[in-house]
């Protein structure tokens, strides 16, 4: 009888020189070499694969952790997919263009980040959806906030925390209920326990927006009047061209699939296209869904916030997603995540480490693995009996589940979300981080609360 190698774990020290190794070869190749993050992804994947024949894992199981690591993210590719065809169908649809042209009427410049903020917490409450809140109306905010002169990052930064705290707020949220699931606790209590977090964040993201938003320089009237005859020129501007994605928030809101949902935004996207800009040419509706929307238009700002979109606008993003996802597979069969959390739990003494375990657990697993519903999943998993050992109620463990796990995914350049936003608006995930102030205060929130007992909730309550 053949007796097959025994497969071990890798160690703790093999455990954090991975993780550095890791975090080496990123954070120098995208911040010092100015690279692409796929490469150093990629090559941070081979060297985890190396470590995996080195503990005798089998290249036929590897290769098949890699393939269930991608398969947890299909849905999220199929939704990037379909985002980049709607984003170029609302375009060609004069959609985008009617919300642009409005938006230079009502919004004042000098509060036009608060406005983005509140608008997008409203369409991603009622959506229960960031990633179709910022696919839809966080494309034409960020045309108007281009427009009118305000810097792309802090516009990027304000639509995304917008869109991050109305999905986190809402009971139609996917990932809100996951939490809740995980944990064990009801929905709604999870969101109203959630509020400890998430108000006192948004209430200094209000701040500090309030501060740079006052201090921005933007766009003259002349100016101003210049885009908007610009855009009557190229577009019929009508409320009609509304209905597409009126229609899209009103199926959101009812909870329909999102691909489905996403689906019916395309096809009454070239409805309108035909109806309303009078676009009869299939060559035409084709192009424009694969490569996106282009035409000459004489103004150089216009030309640049419609001139976007299409299934290919998405390619970089869904290839360095498949990247992270099948590096995020491997380091789960490897085991590399779960001798580092063995190690860290016997560290814990205190109610406020035990939550600032979860979201470091969160916030690691966000960068290992990329994903966001993963780094819910395995903290969600293992700290429940530690919540109980130390007399803490389930919804804190829910809490900080939302504040380090999905709320952290954005700012994660190879994240789902993170290399999502960054294709959508066409700003990276390094620019905009600085600006994203809520995504980055809930978890420091949760944290120092934790030690603090600012909104804890002992098990009985």
């Known amino acids: 009888m053949i007796q097959t190698e025994k497969k071990r774990n890798p160690s703790f020290f093999e455990s954090i020189l991975m993780v550095v190794l890791m975090l080496g070869v990123m954070i120098y190749s995208i911040f010092y070499l100015k690279v692409e993050p796929h490469l150093p992804l990629l090559i941070s994947l081979v060297l985890f694969l ?7 894992y089998s290249w036929s199981e590897l290769e098949e ?16 997919a379909i985002v980049g065809m709607i984003i170029a169908v609302w375009m060609l649809s004069g959609t985008v263009p009617t919300l642009i042209y409005y938006g230079l009427q009502i919004i004042s410049p000098q509060w036009f980040t608060i406005s983005a903020l509140m608008i997008c917490i409203l369409v991603s409450t009622f959506t229960g959806s960031s990633f179709t809140t910022v696919g839809t109306i966080g494309v034409a905010m960020f045309g108007i906030g281009t427009a009118l002169g305000i810097h792309p990052a802090l516009v990027a930064g304000a639509v995304i925390s917008g869109a991050c705290f109305g999905d986190k707020m809402s009971p139609l949220s996917d990932t809100t209920n996951f939490a809740a699931g ?16 998430m108000i006192p964040a948004l209430i200094i993201t209000v701040s500090i927006y309030l501060l740079i938003g006052n201090g921005e320089t933007v766009a003259s009237i002349d100016t101003t009047n210049a885009l908007m005859l610009s855009l009557q020129q190229e577009f019929k501007i009508s409320w009609l061209t509304l209905l597409s994605p ?3 928030v009103l199926l959101a809101a009812k909870k329909k699939p999102t691909i489905f949902v996403l689906m019916v935004g395309v096809i009454s996207g070239i409805l309108t296209a035909i109806f309303v800009q009078g676009v009869m040419n299939p060559i035409v509706w084709l192009e424009t869904l694969q490569s996106g929307y282009a035409a000459p238009i004489a103004n150089e700002t216009i030309a640049g916030i419609v001139n976007r979109g299409g299934l290919q606008s998405m390619m970089w993003s869904i290839s360095l997603v498949m990247i992270a996802l099948a590096l995020g597979g491997v380091i789960q069969k490897i085991g590399l995540l779960d001798k580092l959390l063995q190690m860290m739990i016997s560290k814990l003494k205190r109610q406020g480490d035990v939550i600032a375990a979860t979201a470091s657990t969160s916030i690691a697993v966000n960068t290992l693995t990329g994903e966001q519903y993963l780094s819910i999943l395995i903290p969600g998993k293992l700290f429940p009996g530690l919540y109980e050992k130390h007399k803490l109620h389930r919804k804190n463990l829910a809490r900080t589940l939302e504040d380090a796990g999905t709320l952290v995914n954005p700012l994660i350049p190879w994240g789902v979300s993170g290399a999502f936003f960054a294709s959508v608006l066409g700003v990276s995930v390094v620019e905009y981080f600085p600006y994203a102030i809520f995504l980055f205060i809930s978890p420091l929130l949760s944290i120092a609360f934790g030690y603090l007992g600012i909104g804890i909730s002992a098990h009985n309550e």
């Open 50 to 56: 190396i470590l995996g024949f080195k503990n005798k």
């Open 65 to 80: 952790s890699m393939i269930d690591g991608i398969k947890i993210g299909l849905k999220p590719l199929l939704i990037l």
């Open 182 to 197: 995980i944990a064990g606790i009801d929905l709604f209590e999870h969101i109203k326990h959630l509020c400890w977090t």
């Open 246 to 248: 009126l229609i899209v």
